[in-house]
């Protein structure tokens, strides 16, 4: 079984400033790990993944990921916050090599203080 | 970047009503998804579709669900007998395979309320 955890529903931070989104995991096989983000009215949208290899994820708009094991962490940061960045992420996991079946976190919503 | 589109974006109906969900998927994909947000809970999967039939779903997936690819472009989730329970965001996703190698593509979601 399978299961993510995103700590803060809620995230603020200030333009210019570090943005930390925390995401950990459960899963009993080794995991393969994704953010998502939804901006207003748009679906899920694919911000970067893990699958196996290099344990820093670079994904698009800047944003970026470490998978640690040994924490069971997924967490996404992004060195300086745009107020474009504002939307709702979402952390998930999944284990199968075969149908795209993910487990997904509750979401963090992140607000972008002028 | 190709879109999968999901009709409508919003669709209100009584308790005990069927609705179908329509999904428009990007078109050389070949694997189908439905997923659903219940307001303040977790994205859950529901169910996956791969050549005309069913390849996995979740215990959600009862009876009352079904899914229908009915021409070569739309992809449909049809709840019979709608419950107060039911209403959530439902999201369409597509892939062009099956492997988590692949993006998945989701579509911006249609909200369901069940009066």
């Known amino acids: 079984a399978q299961s993510v955890t995103q700590l803060g529903s809620h995230v603020s931070v200030s333009e210019g400033a570090l943005v930390l989104l925390r995401c950990n995991y459960s899963?009993?096989?080794?995991?393969?790990l994704f953010w998502y983000v939804q901006y207003p009215n748009q679906g899920l949208q694919l911000l970067l993944k893990?699958?196996?290899?290099?344990?820093l994820v670079k994904g698009i708009n800047g944003f970026e990921a470490e998978f640690k094991k040994s924490e069971t962490s997924f967490h996404l940061t992004k060195p300086s916050a745009h107020m474009s960045d504002a939307a709702e992420y979402f952390c998930?996991?999944?284990?199968?090599?075969?149908?795209?079946?993910?487990?997904f976190g509750q979401g963090t919503r992140l607000t972008i203080n002028p | 970047e190709p879109e999968v589109t999901q009709t409508p974006s919003h669709q209100v109906t009584q308790m005990g009503q069927e609705v179908i969900l329509r999904c428009v998927p990007i078109?050389?994909?070949?694997?189908f998804y439905w997923y659903r947000q219940i307001l303040g809970q977790k994205v859950e999967f529901l169910v996956s579709?791969?050549?005309?039939?069913?390849?996995?779903k979740s215990e959600i997936f009862d009876d009352q669900f079904s899914v229908e690819r009915p021409d070569g472009s739309n992809f449909t989730l049809k709840i019979r007998s709608t419950k107060l329970e039911d209403s959530a965001m439902y999201f369409c996703?597509?892939?062009?395979?099956?492997?988590?190698?692949?993006?998945?593509?989701f579509g911006s979601g249609t909200q369901l309320s069940v009066l």
């Open positions: 996703a597509s892939s062009e395979g099956d492997r988590l190698r692949e993006k998945l593509f």
């Open positions: 899963s009993s096989v080794p995991p393969y």
């Open positions: 893990y699958t196996t290899g290099a344990t």
């Open positions: 998930a996991v999944s284990g199968y090599q075969g149908a795209q079946k993910l487990v």
């Open positions: 078109s050389n994909h070949l694997y």
């Open positions: 579709f791969y050549n005309n039939e069913i390849s996995e």
